[in-house]
């Protein structure tokens, strides 16, 4: 029964991790097929030399950065709002923020082109990067609400009360109790909207205009010819780059835990 | 900890920032123009060709801002429902038609463009701009047929050989309304340039008929299947055959004895242009011989500029799949602009005829 149990892992990592790797392979080759032809860092090379596809890489990241830091904010303030509603009026609010999530991404997509192109002709504007990291920002914001809620559920509002009655002004009290207790939620709204934004091809496909263009974009519109190895270089990059973060995050909570255990025995 | 989080965010944000003002600020150029091509159109400077749009750039100090689409329609719908402002778009030939007739494209000033003297005569006055008024040529190609010669003994010259009992379970076809009902239109003696409902249902009849015996319908993945002898044969553009052909020995590449379908992609200035005349002197730096040359050799397709042979790789420039014979061209035929419902018709029709 366990070889059993570790014959599945070994399978689904097989699947999970399998075309990564045959990935990060093929950027080494020599050549632009799915046929080996020998060793090469041509491809990396040529990745750093190409203006498009770095350009592109730019603007993806200041995107998601800059929409994900926003949404945080806005969604966490929309969140300790929608927790002070009572009743209907709550749900409502509430229900309202979730519809973003759920309505379909071509829909946003269109519906906000048409807004921006009304807007465009009415005050003389083009779609490029401002559009683009509006419309991030509005489908990044209800996923910081839907993380944050809970967290300010499940707070002791006490522990607000407790730090006024201790001298903290209101600013001070929020800042020092509300939000400490509401980080982790905080983060990993934060998290879901920078992973969201990077991903996200259709809502920036119409809203992109005739100046910008982001990595998910770019990459689509190869698939007419056949996707550049160069890709393949960028996108193993970037797999380094993640695996290397969540070591460095595992490693600090690992840290902080034993830290933690330490203390409680002390 | 969160100190350094926070310096860190800061930080993170401040560079965002400043790439994006940068990319805003026009970095010393006069002016910049929007240029909206198909993916991987453009020789791009990687491995040892040359960045066409970057010495466009140093030669007429002009920014370029580079944005690719995959297919026509994708072209017509976001010009036709944003107000984006395009400077040079590179529509096929009916996509042109439709574009002309809805008053999307304007005229363009050909006294700007010397170049386009040199753009061969076959190419000039296409049905889709009878008076070449909108146009210029940019790239053409025909669809050619692709087989792997380990794996049938037959050689194929025909659109028919795609209905090869034979072959059955290794036949590819285009995933792709239009390129498959103009090779199921061929065999039924239609003309695929345009055609009624009726037609399409003819068509559809025989594509029918393939459907048991294709491996599957595919448009990019063709490269993998047939270079890696994945598949005995499939249709696909004549330049894309030349790539797969210097990739795997066994393949070999033939021009249909029925003729095929002539496509030619031009460069169109949209009639909401900003810079006009930007946008001319991008099309007439893309039309001399020399960088027509350098793009063609990039993409394999060929160039209907004269004199472009001069700096062709010598492969590319004698090959015949490529660069068909005049008696061949004069088989061939152009597509044009089917009216939407007829269109729509097609799709649907096709859409059942996969599943």
Not at chain 1, 140 to 155: E, G
Not at chain 2, 263 to 287: E, L, R, S, W, Y
Request: net charge negative.
């Amino acid at each position: 029964m366990k070889k059993l149990g570790k014959i599945y892992t070994a399978l689904i990592m097989f699947f999970m991790y399998m075309p990564i790797i045959v990935l990060i392979i093929f950027s080494f080759n020599d050549g632009k097929t799915t046929v080996w032809k020998g060793f090469t860092l041509n491809w990396y090379r040529d990745l750093f030399k190409d203006e498009q596809i770095i350009g592109a890489l730019w603007n993806t990241l200041a995107i998601a950065i800059i929409a994900s830091v926003i949404a945080t904010v806005i969604g966490t303030m929309a969140a300790i709002g929608i927790n002070n509603f009572k009743g209907k009026k709550r749900l409502l609010i509430q229900n309202a923020s979730n519809i973003e999530i759920l309505s379909p991404d071509i829909v946003t997509g269109v519906s906000l082109m048409l807004m921006f192109t009304i807007a465009g002709v009415a005050f003389h504007f083009q779609m490029g990067f401002w559009t683009v990291l509006l419309a991030h920002i509005t489908f990044c914001t209800p996923y910081v609400v839907l993380s944050v809620l809970p967290r300010i559920r499940h707070m002791d509002y006490s522990l607000y009360e407790a730090a006024l009655d201790l001298g903290c002004n209101q600013w001070q009290a929020f800042r020092k109790v509300v939000i400490h207790e509401l980080m982790p939620g905080i983060f990993t709204g934060f998290l879901m909207s920078f992973t969201y934004s990077l991903d996200d091809f259709v809502i920036t496909y119409f809203t992109r205009g005739a100046t910008f263009q982001t990595l998910s974009v770019q990459i689509y519109t190869m698939t007419h010819q056949r996707i550049s190895p160069k890709i393949n270089a960028l996108s193993a990059l970037m797999f380094v780059a993640v695996i290397i973060l969540m070591l460095i995050i595992n490693i600090k909570d690992r840290r902080e835990e034993k830290e933690q255990e330490q203390k409680v025995r002390i | 900890m969160k100190k350094y989080l926070s310096i860190l965010l800061s930080l993170v944000i401040c560079a965002a920032c400043a790439t994006v003002f940068a990319g805003c600020g026009s970095g010393g150029y006069e002016g910049e123009i929007n240029v909206y091509n198909w993916g991987e159109y453009v020789a791009d400077g990687s491995e040892d060709y040359e960045d066409t749009v970057e010495l466009f750039e140093k030669e007429y100090n002009i920014k370029v801002n580079y944005t690719t689409f995959e297919t026509n329609e994708e072209l017509y719908n976001i010009l036709s429902s944003s107000n984006s402002a395009y400077d040079v778009i590179f529509p096929s030939d009916y996509m042109v038609e439709k574009l002309i007739a809805e008053d999307l494209v304007q005229k363009l000033d050909y006294s700007k463009i010397p170049n386009y003297d040199k753009i061969i005569d076959r190419f000039k006055n296409m049905q889709y701009d009878p008076k070449s008024e909108y146009t210029v040529p940019y790239s053409w190609n025909v669809t050619g047929l692709v087989y792997n010669k380990t794996m049938t003994d037959k050689k194929p010259d025909s659109w028919e050989s795609l209905w090869d009992k034979d072959l059955e379970g290794s036949i590819l076809q285009f995933n792709n309304s239009r390129d498959a009902y103009a090779i199921a239109m061929q065999l039924c003696k239609i003309n695929p340039s345009t055609f009624t409902k009726a037609e399409v249902d003819k068509a559809t009849k025989k594509l029918k008929e393939q459907r048991p015996l294709l491996k599957k319908y595919v448009m990019d993945q063709v490269f993998a299947e047939m270079e890696n002898n994945q598949a005995a044969i499939a249709p696909y553009y004549a330049g894309d055959i030349y790539t797969m052909m210097t990739n795997n020995k066994d393949l070999v590449g033939v021009l249909p004895k029925d003729g095929s379908n002539l496509f030619v992609d031009n460069m169109c200035i949209p009639k909401n242009a900003q810079n006009v005349d930007g946008a001319h002197k991008f099309i007439d730096f893309m039309t001399s011989p020399e960088m027509s040359a350098a793009n063609m050799n990039y993409i394999t397709y060929a160039s209907p500029v004269k004199g472009a042979e001069k700096f062709l790789d010598e492969d590319l420039k004698n090959s015949e799949l490529v660069y068909p014979p005049d008696e061949y061209l004069d088989k061939c035929y152009t597509f044009h602009n089917i009216d939407d419902e007829t269109y729509t018709y097609m799709q649907e029709q096709f859409v059942k005829v996969m599943s």
